[in-house]
């Protein structure tokens, strides 16, 4: 037994294995059973609901086994590898006893006195369309095979008896989601008694037909399960944190560490700035609720994981470089191999991914062309990045797509049409004289494996004031491409003190982004207050 915590399952053959399970369950919900055909889309929504689903309850149920056992979560990798045969199940047992249907399984929208009727019942009284036969099977068989786990690796009669109550209320939990959920939005808002809460009610928050910002999504059979994905995704990325945390302490460490801070807060603005613009030109999107904000939440963070796949690529081919100029990063630490940390990329890629495609196919294509953008800047055989001026347009390029990213999510039908060609000339002119900046801090490592930014070039005292000069310049040119002349005096005052920082000697290269960072925020405030109010 104890050799089978010795085993360890790999990120990659997670990755594949929950992928190909979720596939699989899928096809056999929607292509073996007895079931109306449905467009793409809605087997996409399916897969994506499916995926958010059992990625959750997994590692929920992962947490606690590792807790009550005492272990290292990376030491029930592989045991737990196998509970993802169980997913096709459900479906399957449903076929075999209907001879070819599969059985509506959906989620307990219930009051609190019918879902503690439920909950002691093991999953009866359940309204007459919903039927937890093969769900119900299949989440037994869980629950006697996990405690048979606890059982043999404790001999506890008492920690067995507790892991058998508490991964059922996992399950539950998980069942009535929708439900739990609005009873603790309904004790934050107070909006009513808590045994007052009717069935009805929690299915009309949910599935409400009113327009998240700028997304008007009209599938009322899947408007439930699309507004519980923001809710599941969001939930998702803090349960994997936590678990990464407590899988490996150092490296989550060191990713954390090698976020590049100065570069994710410059991604989130550009993002909102893209929600602002967005805002202007579409007014009448601007209602903000629960599923509005978010919205806006899942694509920051699907904004942050794409920027840390990015990070991971650029690391990968920059080793030269790293191990002159950044000898604290992960790999030159050793605290990561190049297969594992390229497999953390892929993960991060594919959360991404995910968390887009639920708010939207649009949504999903942009940062795709994000990604892209960064390995053909990053990677061979492109590398784009040894090249001046046109490392840092492409650059530029990739930074585009994120403002893209906030302005779709507030503009009808989710299109770039109406978005002034002025802001996107600001934005590639900007990008492409400015993005130098973050060049200074690797000249020694740029130099020795012939990456020609400009401060190489050049050296840092030239490249300082060459970029000193095109981030005025860039100032300046925002007053007159938004065609707004009361931001003349305050892009002189604004690109003047970031003019003095970057040729300032006193400030070093590593210094230097984030005091520009914040010229460049406190501009954007003043921008905010003339061009809004």
Request: proline share 4%.
């Amino acid at each position: 037994m104890n050799s089978l915590f010795e085993k360890k399952a790999s990120l990659l053959s997670w990755i594949m294995a929950f992928l190909s399970v979720i596939f699989v369950r899928i096809f056999i919900e929607q292509f073996l059973a007895l079931a109306n055909p449905i467009l793409p889309y809605e087997v996409v929504i399916e897969y994506v609901q499916s995926f958010y689903f059992f990625s959750l309850a997994i590692v929920i149920i992962w947490l606690f086994i590792s807790l009550i056992l005492k272990i290292k979560p990376q030491k029930l990798s592989f045991v737990l590898i196998f509970s993802l045969l169980l997913v096709p199940l459900p479906p399957l047992i449903d076929i075999i006893r209907t001879g070819g249907e599969a059985y509506w399984s959906f989620y307990l929208f219930s009051s609190p006195a019918d879902l503690w009727l439920q909950y002691r019942t093991v999953f009866g009284h359940l309204p007459s369309a919903i039927v937890y036969f093969g769900t119900k099977i299949t989440f037994i068989g869980v629950i006697l095979s996990l405690t048979f786990l606890v059982w043999l690796r404790t001999k506890s009669y008492l920690k067995t008896a507790c892991s058998t109550v508490i991964i059922y209320s996992i399950l539950f939990f998980m069942g009535g989601f929708p439900s739990f959920f609005y009873y603790g939005y309904n004790f934050i808002f107070q909006k009513k008694s808590f045994f007052e809460i009717k069935s009805f009610e929690i299915f009309e928050f949910f599935g409400s037909p009113n327009k998240i910002l700028g997304v008007d999504f009209q599938n009322f059979k899947y408007s439930v399960a699309y507004r519980l994905d923001f809710i599941y995704f969001i939930l998702l990325i803090a349960l994997l944190g936590l678990l990464f945390w407590r899988i490996d302490r150092q490296k989550f460490i060191a990713v954390w560490k090698n976020a590049r801070f100065p570069q994710l807060v410059y991604h989130s603005g550009l993002f909102f700035i893209g929600i602002a613009i967005g805002a202007l030109n579409y007014p009448h999107n601007l209602r903000l609720d629960l599923f509005s904000i978010s919205a806006v939440f899942v694509l920051l963070i699907c904004v942050w994981l794409a920027w840390l796949a990015s990070v991971v690529v650029n690391d990968l081919n920059d080793f030269a470089i790293d191990s002159v100029s950044n000898p604290e990063r992960p790999l030159q630490k050793r605290i990561f191999m190049r297969e594992e940390y390229t497999n953390l990329a892929w993960f991060f890629f594919l959360l991404s991914i995910i968390g887009t495609l639920s708010v939207g196919f649009p949504f999903m294509v942009l940062i795709i062309v994000y990604q892209i953008i960064a390995w053909a800047y990053s990677a061979p055989p492109f590398r784009l990045k040894k090249f001046p001026i046109v490392g840092t347009f492409v650059s530029s390029m990739a930074l585009l797509m994120i403002l893209f990213l906030g302005y779709i999510l507030m503009s009808d039908n989710q299109t770039i049409y109406s978005l002034s060609l002025r802001i996107i000339f600001l934005m590639l002119i900007s990008g492409t004289i400015c993005l130098p900046i973050k060049d200074f801090k690797d000249i020694a490592g740029d130099a020795r494996d012939n990456i020609w930014t400009l401060p190489v070039i050049f050296g840092e005292k030239k490249a300082r004031l060459m970029v000193a000069i095109g981030l005025f310049s860039s100032f300046v040119l925002s007053v007159f491409l938004l065609n707004e002349l009361r931001l003349f005096w305050w892009a002189i005052i604004f690109g003047t003190i970031a003019f003095l920082v970057v040729v300032s000697e006193k400030i070093k290269p590593r210094q230097i982004f984030w005091p520009v960072l914040g010229i460049i925020f406190f501009y954007g405030l003043v921008m905010v207050r003339v061009l809004f109010f």
